[in-house]
């Protein structure tokens, strides 16, 4: 049985995609913040290094090599690009591009050593087009694609994919909290201009997840796998 660990496992996508590996037959340990329940949920700051290996050999200790890595840990930032402090930039920077760093470079062992691994890196839908008071955020998640991309190609001959999935308008705490703060517009609206006409799910980007991280997306790597709708193309 293949071992996965997914960060940001505590709440929303993450918590959804680390229910649905463990559905599909892997052994699933969570990294987060606020961790769950769950038998191998660990409490770690992903911009943290030395937290992450704690956590990741907490979890070697527990389950063994870890070959699948899905990174969904992040945090939003809504502000005028002129009102964005350097320390607010540094930070959102820091959890959402330098954490996937830590934990993919934390992890890489296992997997070359294996010969074989699967990574999914979570970055957001607003890299597609960008947005408005996000310039931090939309920034480090371009990034990711990037990285994404780039890792591909270094670790592709030693049998590991690594891609990326942008979510788009998912329904989960994060959402929900931008929208009480009015960061949104009007839920509805959005709705009716969305393709699919419906918000998507977590458990839609855990399906995305899912097919990545299996044995037949093999051949499938460096890859940019928008789950939004319908909203970008
Ligand atoms: N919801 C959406 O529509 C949407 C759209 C685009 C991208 N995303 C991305 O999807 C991912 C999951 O978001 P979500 O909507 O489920 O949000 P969420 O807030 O429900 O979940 C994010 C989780 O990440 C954890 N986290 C935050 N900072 C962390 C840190 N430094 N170390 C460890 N854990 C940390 C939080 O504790 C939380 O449990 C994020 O990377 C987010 O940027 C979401």
Redesign the pocket.
């Known amino acids: 049985m293949k071992n996965a660990v997914v960060?940001?496992g505590?709440?929303?996508?993450?918590q959804a995609i680390a229910a649905r590996l463990r559905a599909d037959g892997y052994h699933v340990a969570t990294?987060?913040?606020?961790p769950s329940d769950d038998e191998y949920a660990h409490a770690?700051?992903?911009?943290d290094r030395a937290a992450v290996d704690a956590a990741l050999n907490a979890i070697r200790a527990q389950l063994g090599p870890i070959t699948v890595l899905v990174n969904?840990?992040?945090?939003?930032c809504f502000k005028r690009f002129t009102d964005v402090t350097f320390e607010q930039w540094q930070k959102v920077v820091d959890?959402?591009l330098n954490?996937v760093f830590h934990c993919i470079q934390a992890v890489l062992p296992d997997m070359l050593e294996a010969g074989w691994g699967r990574i999914v890196n979570?970055s957001?839908?607003s890299t597609h087009s960008g947005a408005p008071y996000m310039s931090p955020y939309v920034a480090a998640k371009s990034a990711v694609n990037g990285l994404t991309k780039t890792l591909a190609l270094e670790y592709g001959p030693a049998g590991i994919t690594v891609n990326a999935v942008?979510?788009?308008?998912?329904d989960?705490?994060?959402?929900r909290a931008a929208a009480e703060k009015g960061y949104l517009g009007d839920i509805e609206k959005t709705i009716e201009a969305t393709p699919v006409r419906r918000m998507g799910k977590?458990e839609d980007i855990a399906a995305a997840c899912a097919f990545l991280v299996s044995e037949e997306a093999g051949y499938i790597t460096g890859q940019i796998l928008g789950v939004n709708g319908g909203r970008n193309t």
């Open positions: 960060t940001g505590g709440s929303g996508i993450g990294i987060d913040l606020k770690a700051d992903v911009t969904a840990a992040g945090m939003d959890v959402n954490g979570i957001s839908s942008p979510p788009g308008f998912i989960t705490p994060m959402l977590p």
